[in-house]
C-alpha cells in the first residue's frame, strides 16, 4: 500500500513562483520514477516533469526553463519548483511515482496523489 501527500498548491499572479512537494510513504521498496502531472479543465492530463532513481530529468517543452523538479531519496519526497508561472499553468497538478512494495516482488505500479490546484491569475 502507498499513499502520496501532496502540498504547495494556491493562488499566484502570473509571474510569480509556488513550489509543490509530494510525500510517499508505505510499504515501499524501490521507486524508479517519481513525477508531476497537470490537467485543466477539458484537457487532458499532461506529464510536466519527472525524475528517474539515477537522477535524470524530463520536462514538458512549456516548462522548461521555469520548473525544476527535484528530490530527496531518502525522504520518499518529490518537489516541484514553478517560476515565472502563467495564466496556462493553471491546473490540478498531481504526484506520481512508479514503485514497487515489500509485496509486489519484481512489479511495479503507478501511484497518484489526489492533486492540488494551482490557479494563476492574470
Known amino acids: 500500500q502507498v499513499q502520496l501527500v501532496e502540498s504547495g498548491g494556491g493562488l499566484v499572479q502570473a509571474g510569480g513562483s509556488l513550489r509543490l512537494s509530494c510525500v510517499a510513504s508505505?510499504?515501499?521498496?524501490?521507486?524508479?520514477?517519481m513525477g508531476w502531472y497537470r490537467q485543466a479543465p477539458g484537457k487532458q492530463r499532461e506529464l510536466v516533469a519527472a525524475?528517474?532513481?539515477?537522477?535524470?530529468?524530463n520536462y514538458a517543452d512549456s516548462v522548461k526553463g521555469r520548473f525544476t523538479i527535484s528530490r530527496e531519496t531518502d525522504k520518499n519526497t518529490v518537489y516541484l519548483q514553478m517560476n515565472s508561472l502563467k495564466p496556462e499553468d493553471t491546473a490540478v497538478y498531481y504526484c506520481?511515482?512508479?514503485?514497487?512494495?515489500?509485496?509486489?516482488?519484481?512489479?511495479?505500479?503507478?501511484?497518484w496523489g489526489q492533486g492540488t490546484q494551482v490557479t494563476v491569475s492574470s
Open positions: 508505505g510499504m515501499i521498496f524501490s521507486i524508479n520514477v
Open positions: 506520481n511515482i512508479e514503485a514497487s512494495t515489500y509485496f509486489s516482488g519484481k512489479n511495479y505500479r503507478n501511484y
Open positions: 525524475i528517474t532513481s539515477g537522477g535524470s530529468t
